[in-house]
C-alpha cells in the first residue's frame, strides 16, 4: 500500500474560534496547517486523512513544515545550543518534507513549504518588530507564559538551563509562531487549520481581546480538528 493509500481516518471539526458555525459563515478559499511533530497526528499515515477533510472545505491550503521552529523545543528539552538544535531541527523537517511531498505532490489543492522557505518566511525585522509590540502588552505575556507553562508541565528535560530559561524560550517560539500566522493574515490567508488545540493566545487575539496591539491576528479563524483513531 503506498503513502497515499493509508487508510482512512474519520477527521472532524471540534471546535472554531470565534465560536460560530464554520458551515454558517462565508468559507475562506485558502488556509495553512502548521506542521508540528510533537502532534503524533502529523504522522504519514493520519495526514491524508486529514488533508482530505481540507480540500474538501478549502480549494488549497498551504501545509507547512515548522521545522526551524522546532530548534526552540530542542534547546529546551536538551543541552543544545541555537546552531546544533537548528541543524537537527532541518535535517529532520527535511526528511519530513520528502515523505509529505511523495503523498501530495500531484495534488493541486496542496502546496508544502518549510519554515525558511521564502515564500512563507518571515524575516528579521519584521518578528523584532512583532516581539516588541507583544511584548510591551501586559496582558499578551500573561496568556504567553500560561500557554508556555501548559507545554513545560510534564516535560522530561536533558538540559541543564534554569526554569527562567525555559519559559523564555518558549516565549520566543510562541511569538515566532504568532508572527508567522499574523504575516499569513497580512497576506490574506487568515484561517488556521490544526488537529489538536490551538494556543489560547492565538484564540484570544481572534476573539478580539487585545483590540489595542492592532494586529492581523484578531482577523484569523481558528478550526481544531479532531482525529478518530
Not at 192 to 220: D, I, M, R
Request: with cysteine; charged share 25%.
Amino acid at each position: 500500500m503506498s503513502q497515499r493509500e493509508s487508510p482512512k481516518y474519520r477527521v472532524s471539526l471540534r471546535a472554531s474560534t470565534p465560536p460560530v458555525s464554520f458551515n454558517a459563515i462565508e468559507r475562506p478559499k485558502s488556509c495553512f496547517v502548521g506542521v508540528s511533530w510533537e502532534n503524533p497526528n502529523f504522522n504519514i499515515k493520519y495526514i491524508p486523512s486529514i488533508m482530505d477533510w481540507v480540500k474538501a472545505n478549502f480549494d488549497n491550503c498551504s501545509l507547512i513544515i515548522a521545522d526551524y521552529l522546532y530548534r526552540y523545543s530542542l534547546m529546551i528539552l536538551n543541552d543544545l545550543s541555537e546552531e546544533e538544535a537548528s541543524k537537527i531541527a532541518l535535517e529532520k523537517g527535511e526528511k519530513i518534507y520528502i515523505e509529505y511531498k511523495t503523498a501530495f505532490d500531484a495534488d493541486p489543492q496542496i502546496v508544502i513549504y518549510r519554515w525558511l522557505d521564502k515564500e512563507v518566511k518571515i524575516n528579521h525585522d519584521y518578528l523584532l518588530q512583532f516581539d516588541k509590540t507583544v511584548r510591551s502588552n501586559k496582558s499578551v505575556m500573561e496568556v504567553i507564559d500560561s500557554d508556555s507553562q501548559a507545554y513545560l508541565d510534564g516535560k522530561t528535560f536533558k538540559s541543564t538551563i534554569s526554569d527562567d530559561e525555559r519559559l523564555e524560550l518558549c516565549r520566543k517560539y510562541i511569538i515566532e509562531e504568532m508572527a508567522f500566522i499574523n504575516y499569513q493574515a497580512e497576506l490574506g490567508i487568515n484561517c488556521s487549520v490544526y488537529p489538536g488545540t490551538q494556543l489560547s493566545v492565538l484564540k484570544n487575539f481572534s476573539l478580539n481581546k487585545f483590540p489595542e496591539c492592532n494586529l492581523a491576528l484578531s482577523k484569523v479563524f481558528y478550526l481544531d480538528l479532531a482525529v478518530k483513531k
